[in-house]
């Protein structure tokens, strides 16, 4: 059996991201301890009974004691306390990385804590379900998806390799990004799409009685889709707009006009128009399936 790649990984936070990678960490053998921490009680007492990692805590400064790797999956809002309450606890040497969508704000909240020696790598596996909680994970979850990482600059490069060396190992193909960029893909790709699914949901939400009763009787396949959207993690999506705003505001803007254009193609029946988009936005679709993202 290949040697581990930690000697001990402790898990901040232990949603569906957390402990789906504590599943494959424990699967793979990846790791000699693993612990996870968070603030509820019942949370923990759910992780041990699932049994996918060694020990658990509620004090995030005893998780990462010793700890050659830590793993933080709490919402956004949550880094700079944490990053601030387990600095002193961290071992030199230890590697601080994260699965949060947003990586400016990552950098911004967790840099500054981090004592000499210990290296920050953000990243972000490009994966999920809208299921939330230690019972929603899954080892597969990883499978042929893409983890984005976005070391600063200087970062060492041995800590880095690390951590994409982890991600490899759990299924995902590594890209290396700066972290303003992926901001920006990110807001098209993920970022925007959950806005709109929240919104069309919410209006359908404020529909009269009678019509929201029929909207669920009768919902088609585009509105159950924007609907298993709309149920997701709503503190974390929460974070994400706030954290993220000025690329989700800029995608935004240029949602508003393309709709406001198609808006005018429907009034004034431009048929020709509506076909090139949608010809369009089809190819686009079928790009996702050929590389396996669908």
């Not at 509820?40 to 010793?66: F, P, Y």
């Not at 947003?102 to 920050?120: E, S, T």
């Not at 970062?155 to 880095?160: E, F, K, L, M, S």
């Amino acid at each position: 059996m290949a040697e581990p790649l930690f000697d001990k990984i402790a898990f901040i936070g232990i949603g569906l991201i957390g402990s789906s990678l504590a599943r494959a960490v424990r699967r793979d053998g990846l790791a000699r301890r693993t612990v996870a921490c968070a603030r509820r009680r019942s949370t923990l007492d759910k992780v041990v009974e699932l049994g996918i990692v060694d020990e658990v805590t509620a004090d995030c400064a005893e998780a990462v004691r010793d700890a050659d790797l830590v793993m933080i999956s709490t919402p956004l809002s949550a880094y700079a306390a944490l990053a601030e309450a387990m600095a002193p606890a961290l071992a030199a040497g230890a590697i601080v990385s994260d699965v949060g969508s947003v990586k400016q704000a990552v950098i911004r909240d967790l840099g500054p804590y981090m004592p000499d020696g210990v290296h920050l790598v953000p990243g972000h596996p490009v994966a999920g379900t809208e299921h939330s909680g230690p019972e929603a994970g899954f080892a597969e979850l990883f499978q042929d998806r893409w983890c984005i990482l976005t070391p600063p600059p200087g970062t060492d490069a041995a800590a880095v390799e690390r951590v994409a060396q982890l991600w490899r190992a759990v299924g995902m193909n590594v890209e290396f990004m700066d972290a303003q960029h992926h901001d920006k893909v990110l807001a098209i790709t993920s970022h925007l799409p959950h806005l709109i699914a929240y919104t069309i949901v919410g209006t359908a939400t404020d529909l009269e009685g009678s019509q929201q009763a029929e909207v669920i009787k009768f919902s088609a396949g585009g509105f159950r889709d924007f609907t298993r959207i709309a149920a997701s993690d709503p503190v974390m999506w929460r974070d994400v707009f706030l954290n993220n705003r000025e690329a989700v505001l800029e995608m935004l803007q240029r949602f508003t006009e393309d709709l406001t254009a198609l808006q005018r193609a429907i009034r004034w029946g431009e048929g020709e128009k509506l076909q090139d988009l949608f010809t369009r936005t089809r190819a686009i679709r079928r790009g996702i399936i050929d590389a396996r993202q669908a």
